[in-house]
C-alpha cells in the first residue's frame, strides 16, 4: 500500500512539474501561440517591425507611421479625406426617393497615438483570420459586401506590403469579411482593427498624459518664469498628502487641489508645433523615488481667441485643452509657487478625508530636487517658439 502511494505521488509531481516546464516555455507573444481551429495566418512578422497602417475608407484615408524616441515607441497618425469615389450602381436616385444625406466633410488632421496604435500594431504584425472562405466570384461578391468594399487596409510589416480589401460585417459576429490581394482568396478577420481606424483621430488619438499612473508620483518639481517649487508626497498608507519638504508633516491642499486640476488638461486636438507666440505656463517634473518619471508643460496662445496647449513626455506633440480647466491651471499657480508657511491646520488633513478634488494616493515621501529627464530636459523641445521657457 504504502509503495502504491509513494508510486502515486510520484506520477502527481511529475504531471506537475510537466504542466509547470509547459507554462513556462509557451511562448509570450501571442502571434507565436497554435493556430485555433479554423484559424488561418495570413502573414506573420513581428509587432516591432510594424512601420505602417493605412485605412483607406470611403469618406476618410487614416495612416498611422511608427515613430520612436527617448520615451519609447509610438506612432503618428493623419486623417485625410478619402479621394472621390464613383458611385454605386442605382444609388441616390430614381423613384425610391430622395437620396441619401451626403456624410459630414472630413477635416485633415494630425495626432498621436499610443495605447490603440499599440493594440493594433500587435493585432496586424501576424495578422490571423478567424476562418478561411476560400474563393468569391463575382457572382457571389454582393454576399461578402466585396462589390461595393468599405474600404482597404493595408500593413507595412518588415518591409514587405499586406493589403486586404474589406467587406461587410460576417453575420452574428460582426466580424469582417475581407479579400487578400495576394491570394485572392475571402476570409473573416475581428472586427476591432477596422473599427478602431474607421473612428480616425476620435479613437485613435492619445488621451493619457502619461503612462505613469500619478499615485505612483513621490515628488513633483513646479516651474514657471515667476519661480520654482518642490514639492513632495508625504503622509501614512491611506492618508497620503502633497507636503512642502521643509514640512513633510503637514498637508498643503493648495497643492494637492492644484496638481489634481493639472490632470484634467487633457487632450483635445493635435497640432504639429506650437502656434508662434505661445508662451509656456508652466512645467511640472514627476519623479518617484528611483527618479524621473515624465514631465507636463502647459502654453498659452493669445491669437483670434486664446487656446491653451498642453504637452508631455507620452503626448509627444502638442495639443489643445479645455480653456476653463486651463485658466484654473494658470489662476491658482500664483497660490502654488508663493510657498506659503504650512499652518498646523493642514496638518489634521490628509488625502483620507480630503475635499472631493483633493490629490491620488501616492507613495513615500522623498524631498529634493528632481533630476533632469532623459530626453525631456530643459530647455523644452517646444522653447523655440515660445519664449519664456525653463
Known sequence: MKELRRLALHIVLLVVAATAAFVKSRPED????????????????????????????????VTLERQSDAAGVWFKGHVEPAPEQPEAP?????????????????????????????????????????RAIGEVGDDRAKAFGLDAPDGTLVVEVGGKRHELVVGAAAPGSGDRYVRYKKDNLVYVIDASI???????????????????KMADVQKASV??????????????????FWADPSAPEVN????????????????????????EGASKVVRIDYADDKGALG???L?????????????????????????????????????????????S???????????????????????GALPPIPGHGAPSPHEGPAPGGH
Open 30 to 61: 501571442a502571434s507565436d501561440r497554435p493556430l485555433a481551429p479554423g484559424e488561418v495566418e495570413l502573414w506573420s512578422g513581428s509587432s516591432d517591425r510594424v512601420e505602417k497602417v493605412i485605412y483607406e475608407g470611403k469618406t476618410k484615408v
Open 295 to 297: 514631465y507636463l508643460e
Open 252 to 275: 498643503v491642499e493648495t497643492i494637492g487641489n492644484w496638481l489634481t486640476k493639472v490632470d484634467r488638461l487633457r487632450p483635445i486636438k493635435f497640432v504639429d508645433a506650437l502656434p
Open 90 to 130: 442605382g444609388a441616390g436616385g430614381g423613384d425610391a426617393g430622395a437620396p441619401p444625406k451626403p456624410p459630414p466633410p472630413v477635416e485633415p488632421a494630425t495626432f498621436v497615438s499610443v495605447e490603440v496604435a499599440e493594440k493594433i500594431g500587435d493585432a496586424v504584425a501576424s495578422l490571423r483570420a478567424k
Open 194 to 212: 477596422i473599427r478602431d481606424l474607421e473612428g480616425g483621430a476620435g479613437r485613435l488619438s492619445e488621451r493619457q498624459q502619461h503612462e505613469f
Open 345 to 367: 491646520e493642514g496638518s489634521a488633513d490628509a488625502e483620507g478625508s480630503a475635499k472631493p478634488e483633493g490629490p491620488p494616493p501616492g507613495g513615500d515621501p522623498h524631498g
Open 299 to 343: 502654453y498659452r496662445h493669445s491669437g483670434d481667441q486664446v487656446e491653451y496647449y498642453v504637452t508631455s513626455e507620452q503626448l509627444r506633440l502638442p495639443a489643445t485643452v479645455a480653456k476653463t480647466v486651463a485658466e484654473q491651471v494658470q489662476d491658482d499657480l500664483a497660490s502654488v509657487l508663493g510657498g506659503e508657511a504650512p499652518s
Open 223 to 240: 516651474a514657471s518664469d515667476d519661480g520654482k517649487r518642490d514639492v513632495i508626497r508625504s503622509g501614512t498608507e491611506g492618508r497620503r
